[in-house]
């Protein structure tokens, strides 16, 4: 079983312990420079650092590119979109993006999650540390909600915000010297893994009827397990040779499925009567349009990887655990004035979509930092997918919850291992 190591504290101190050139892939969820509906979590971590910077000295390491007592990113998560809160999320988002430059192999990819008000200045950050921005995905759900302030009176009917529907993901690189192919034989990186994460055509309205919140994907073998609605096929094995990964992760959701056409490719049957050369073959000389038809391309919304947002059993594994750490009814921290059991972290991501991300960015038992843990999402993933695992977090409380639910997942793999060497014996029996 892969290892994983949880380092306490500041990202950037952490990060900075870690040699250069020794990690393979970044994939993490940062500070995204908002306050969710006016509290405070989404900066607290940006805050506490800034706080602790105070008391150190100027030219101590743990300071800022530009030496002061203050980091600019004090500022950073609070929700200001003036000029200079932007600057200064941009600012703290080009001091941890150096860091995880430095640490990557030369090749190697980040993958950060962000905000669609924000993303523009954490993409700016993370390529103003050196990185070059590849791509950008997008993960598309259904069950957001509007933080709008509705107006009353003669106003009635007008907000201030839309509904959020998606998150978007920065897709960056590390920049290396010579061809992808030779980076990739020195050190393993620099390539995307696309047969890991191909997807085939699945039927769009067998998903919308069958999907339910409770369904979990095994992306190694393919496969739809557990559920209360069945299973439906789905292949991401390079032997299946499916369909090319897209920069575009949905959650399967009817609302989501709603929004793509019935068939894909267009948004109507192609009558076959346009006047156009290339609508009659007559300048790709493929094939001549067929009235009706599409062409071979099919499927709508199940074209693409999906993914439903955390359901409650992916976010507690682990939780109620028989160990001496976490037993039964462990309140493992108090959130404001209200106790909670179980994992409270307010941003949990869906394990299957960072298996996926991992899987898209990282060499076969490659070693994959997160230095925004959080509720170990990504290091769950990372043992579920056969990666070591480095993850940061300054909350020593969450830090307890990510190492329960990492260490419940290395326990699942074990007993699974177990059960197929088993299953492996009787067969050759």
Same mark, same amino acid.
């Given at each position: 079983?892969?290892?994983?190591?949880?380092?306490?504290?500041?990202?950037?101190?952490?990060?900075?312990?870690?040699?250069?050139?020794?990690?393979?892939?970044?994939?993490?969820?940062?500070?995204?420079?908002?306050?969710?509906?006016?509290?405070?979590?989404?900066?607290?971590?940006?805050?506490?650092?800034?706080?602790?910077?105070?008391?150190?000295?100027?030219?101590?390491?743990?300071?800022?590119?530009?030496?002061?007592?203050?980091?600019?990113?004090?500022?950073?998560?609070?929700?200001?979109?003036?000029?200079?809160?932007?600057?200064?999320?941009?600012?703290?988002?080009?001091?941890?993006?150096?860091?995880?430059?430095?640490?990557?192999?030369?090749?190697?990819?980040?993958?950060?999650?962000?905000?669609?008000?924000?993303?523009?200045?954490?993409?700016?950050?993370?390529?103003?540390?050196?990185?070059?921005?590849?791509?950008?995905?997008?993960?598309?759900?259904?069950?957001?909600?509007?933080?709008?302030?509705?107006?009353?009176?003669?106003?009635?009917?007008?907000?201030?915000?839309?509904?959020?529907?998606?998150?978007?993901?920065?897709?960056?690189?590390?920049?290396?010297?010579?061809?992808?192919?030779?980076?990739?034989?020195?050190?393993?990186?620099?390539?995307?893994?696309?047969?890991?994460?191909?997807?085939?055509?699945?039927?769009?309205?067998?998903?919308?009827?069958?999907?339910?919140?409770?369904?979990?994907?095994?992306?190694?073998?393919?496969?739809?397990?557990?559920?209360?609605?069945?299973?439906?096929? &789905?292949?991401? =094995? #390079? $032997? @299946?040779?499916?369909?090319?990964?897209?920069?575009?992760?949905? *959650?399967?959701? +009817?609302?989501?499925?709603?929004?793509?056409?019935?068939?894909?490719?267009?948004?109507?049957?192609? &009558?076959?009567? =346009? #006047? $156009? @050369?290339?609508?009659?073959?007559?300048?790709?000389?493929?094939? *001549?349009?067929? +009235?009706?038809?599409?062409?071979?391309?099919?499927?709508?919304?199940?074209?693409?990887?999906?993914?439903?947002?955390?359901?409650?059993?992916?976010?507690?594994?682990?939780?109620?655990?028989?160990?001496?750490?976490?037993?039964?009814?462990?309140?493992?921290?108090?959130?404001?004035?209200?106790?909670?059991?179980?994992?409270?972290?307010?941003?949990?991501?869906?394990?299957?979509?960072?298996?996926?991300?991992?899987?898209?960015?990282?060499?076969?038992?490659?070693?994959?930092?997160?230095?925004?843990?959080?509720?170990?999402?990504?290091?769950?993933?990372?043992?579920?997918?056969?990666?070591?695992?480095?993850?940061?977090?300054?909350?020593?409380?969450?830090?307890?919850?990510?190492?329960?639910?990492?260490?419940?997942?290395?326990?699942?793999?074990?007993?699974?291992?177990?059960?197929?060497?088993?299953?492996?014996?009787?067969?050759?029996?």
């Amino acid at each position: 079983m892969k290892q994983h190591r949880v380092l306490i504290g500041d990202c950037i101190e952490s990060m900075r312990t870690l040699p250069d050139n020794s990690i393979d892939s970044v994939v993490t969820d940062p500070p995204y420079g908002i306050r969710f509906m006016g509290k405070s979590w989404d900066g607290q971590d940006i805050e506490s650092r800034a706080a602790y910077r105070d008391s150190m000295p100027s030219a101590d390491l743990a300071c800022g590119a530009t030496g002061g007592h203050r980091s600019i990113a004090a500022e950073a998560g609070k929700y200001d979109l003036t000029p200079g809160g932007m600057k200064a999320f941009q600012s703290f988002t080009l001091e941890w993006a150096t860091e995880c430059l430095r640490v990557l192999k030369p090749g190697g990819h980040l993958l950060s999650f962000a905000a669609a008000r924000t993303y523009h200045h954490m993409a700016v950050g993370i390529e103003m540390a050196g990185f070059e921005i590849r791509d950008q995905i997008m993960w598309v759900f259904g069950s957001g909600f509007p933080k709008s302030h509705n107006l009353k009176g003669d106003h009635q009917g007008w907000g201030t915000a839309l509904k959020p529907a998606h998150e978007p993901i920065c897709v960056a690189r590390k920049p290396f010297s010579g061809t992808v192919a030779t980076n990739m034989g020195k050190w393993g990186t620099g390539g995307l893994n696309i047969d890991g994460c191909r997807v085939s055509a699945v039927d769009a309205e067998a998903l919308a009827k069958n999907w339910d919140r409770d369904t979990t994907v095994d992306m190694r073998g393919g496969r739809f397990v557990g559920g209360k609605s069945g299973s439906i096929a &789905m292949t991401a =094995e #390079a $032997s @299946a040779l499916g369909r090319w990964p897209a920069n575009l992760i949905h *959650d399967g959701s +009817a609302e989501v499925m709603a929004l793509f056409p019935s068939q894909a490719g267009a948004a109507a049957p192609v &009558m076959g009567t =346009e #006047a $156009s @050369a290339a609508s009659a073959g007559l300048i790709t000389g493929h094939r *001549d349009r067929v +009235a009706g038809a599409f062409h071979n391309d099919s499927g709508s919304a199940a074209r693409f990887f999906y993914c439903a947002k955390t359901s409650r059993t992916d976010r507690h594994e682990g939780m109620v655990n028989p160990g001496p750490q976490f037993k039964m009814g462990t309140t493992l921290r108090k959130v404001e004035t209200t106790e909670t059991k179980g994992n409270n972290h307010p941003t949990v991501k869906p394990t299957d979509l960072m298996a996926y991300l991992l899987r898209l960015v990282t060499p076969p038992g490659g070693v994959a930092l997160d230095p925004f843990m959080g509720s170990g999402s990504t290091g769950k993933a990372a043992m579920r997918e056969g990666f070591e695992f480095i993850g940061c977090e300054i909350d020593e409380q969450y830090a307890a919850i990510a190492r329960a639910r990492i260490e419940f997942e290395v326990l699942r793999q074990q007993e699974q291992k177990v059960e197929s060497d088993q299953l492996d014996l009787f067969a050759t029996a």
